[in-house]
T-cell receptor, first 115, second 112 residues
Framework: EAGVAQSPRYKIIEKRQSVAFWCNPI?????LYWYQQILGQGPKLLIQ????????DSQLPKDRFSAERLKGVDSTLKIQPAKLEDSAVYLC?????????????FGQGTRLTVV | DQQVKQNSPSLSVQEGRISILNCDYT??????FLWYKKYPAEGPTFLIS?????DKNEDGRFTVFLNKSAKHLSLHIVPSQPGDSAVYFC???????????FGTGTRLTIIP
């Protein structure tokens, strides 16, 4: 079974530039998450999708961050414009279905450095 | 507000001995708890979970204990092996909400 795929693995941008990350979840997984992990902290949920609908985006900084999940499969997370404090690892995860207490599977993450 | 706390940033254990990682939570709505293991430059990997209706769950060398009254859980690894060296995250979720709230992690180092 293929895992969660993310790209790129690494990205360095200057502040005020824009950046986009891509995620392909495990086939058949209806729920998709984007987490932000700042160095020395645990992952923090940014947004959760159920198929292509948003379930929770309460911690997404909507003035600069946006995310979409087309056709309930792949997802992109965009930051525009980036700030220095956005430097972090962005993790995508997926799980089988809503309402079932099961684990989320994570991709390798995209390490973003904003300079 | 840190709802899931891992108060030990690091832990060193001799190979073959028992490793005990601790986690505390404050949100009484949490009813499902998970441990994830993370190697450098990789995403977190699921290790073991426990529902609040249980107080213990075992999977091979890994056992998770849950003390609901104390809002405390622990992960026991026995015997510890060099490949267990990683960062371990405790995570929790509440009924009706799959969002995982993570602790800050404990870096476990197994000394050969």
């Amino acid at each position: 079974e293929a895992g969660v795929a993310q790209s790129p693995r690494y990205k360095i941008i200057e502040k005020r530039q824009s950046v986009a990350f891509w995620c392909n979840p495990i086939s058949g997984h209806a729920t998709l998450y984007w987490y932000q992990q700042i160095l020395g902290q645990g992952p923090k949920l940014l947004i959760q999708f159920q198929n292509n609908g948003v379930v929770d985006d309460s911690q997404l900084p909507k003035d600069r961050f946006s995310a979409e999940r087309l056709k309930g499969v792949d997802s992109t997370l965009k930051i525009q414009p980036a700030k220095l404090e956005d430097s972090a690892v962005y993790l995508c995860a997926s799980s089988l279905m809503r309402g079932r207490r099961t684990e989320a599977f994570f991709g390798q993450g995209t390490r973003l450095t904003v300079v | 507000d840190q709802q899931v706390k891992q108060n030990s940033p690091s832990l060193s254990v001799q190979e073959g001995r028992i490793s005990i990682l601790n986690c505390d939570y404050t949100n009484s709505m949490f009813d499902y708890f998970l441990w994830y293991k993370k190697y450098p430059a990789e995403g977190p990997t699921f290790l073991i979970s426990i529902s609040s209706i249980k107080d213990k769950n075992e999977d091979g060398r890994f056992t998770v204990f849950l003390n609901k009254s104390a809002k405390h859980l622990s992960l026991h690894i026995v015997p510890s092996q060099p490949g267990d060296s990683a960062v371990y995250f405790c995570a929790a979720s509440a009924e009706g909400n799959e969002k995982l709230t993570f602790g800050t992690g404990t870096r476990l180092t197994i000394i050969p």
